[in-house]
């Protein structure tokens, strides 16, 4: 299967600690975003890169979160100084520049804050 | 500010018959959109789309209406099996735009 993998897929951590997620898309994929999903919302978009060029970033995505894609490949996300709040549902794509907005999601990393 | 709004957040259908959801948006510049369906603990996986420029879109058992002037779609689903058990969400996005914006979702349930 040559779908989008995160890792890991559930993460408990504590108030103040860092978290790093890691995101591999479709192999021939260019494009590739990060959106968190809460209980009873949709996904919300947070970040997408283009190879390895973060071109938008949401208003969501405080300072305390850093996202790389640093080879045009995987790519991470970083929380630092994690809160509650940050408690949700992180979800990773992928899509190809030429093929449209049709994006192919990851199974998602759980993030649980205690 | 939703965009999208999905009202219903959950609808239950017999077997056999058919299952309608609904999306709602109040961005005029969207001139794409998504139907996404996903199962627990799996990520989105897609469904069906329709492009502005038409009014309907239709694949197998699935098809999408949009009416631009009342910025309304639906997906209509017939005849409804239990393997359609899912959450539905509707996405949009427009020309230009990386990114796309989700409804909050609707929980279907088909009871056989």
């Known amino acids: 299967d040559t779908g989008v993998s995160q890792d890991p897929r559930h993460k408990i951590t504590k108030r103040g600690q860092n978290v790093t997620f890691r995101c591999d898309p479709i192999?021939?994929?260019?494009?590739l975003y990060w959106y968190r999903q809460t209980l009873g919302q949709g996904p919300e978009f947070l970040t997408y890169?283009?190879?390895?060029?973060?071109?938008?970033k949401s208003r969501l995505l405080s300072d305390r979160f850093s996202a790389e894609r640093p080879k045009g490949s995987f790519s991470t996300l970083e929380i630092q100084r994690t809160e509650q709040g940050d408690s949700a549902m992180y979800l990773c794509?992928?899509?190809?520049?030429?093929?449209?907005?049709?994006?192919?999601f990851g199974p998602g990393t759980r993030l649980t804050v205690l | 500010d939703q965009q999208v709004k999905q009202n219903s957040p959950s609808l239950s259908v017999q077997e056999g018959r058919i299952s309608i959801l609904n999306c709602d948006y109040t961005?005029?510049?969207?001139?794409?959109f998504l139907w996404y369906k996903k199962y627990p603990a799996e990520g989105p996986t897609f469904l069906i789309s329709?492009?502005?420029?038409?009014d309907k879109n239709e694949d197998g058992r699935f098809t999408v209406f949009l009416n631009k002037s009342a910025k309304h779609l639906s997906l209509h689903i017939v005849p409804s099996q239990p393997g359609d058990s899912a959450v539905y969400f509707c996405?949009?996005?427009?020309?230009?735009?990386?990114?796309?914006?989700f409804g909050q979702g609707t929980r279907l349930t088909i009871n056989p």
């Open positions: 794509a992928s899509s190809l520049a030429l093929a449209g907005i049709r994006e192919f």
């Open positions: 192999s021939e994929h260019n494009r």
């Open positions: 890169f283009q190879n390895e060029a973060q071109l938008e």
């Open positions: 961005n005029s510049m969207f001139d794409y």
């Open positions: 329709i492009s502005s420029i038409k």
């Open positions: 996405a949009a996005s427009f020309q230009g735009a990386q990114k796309l914006v």
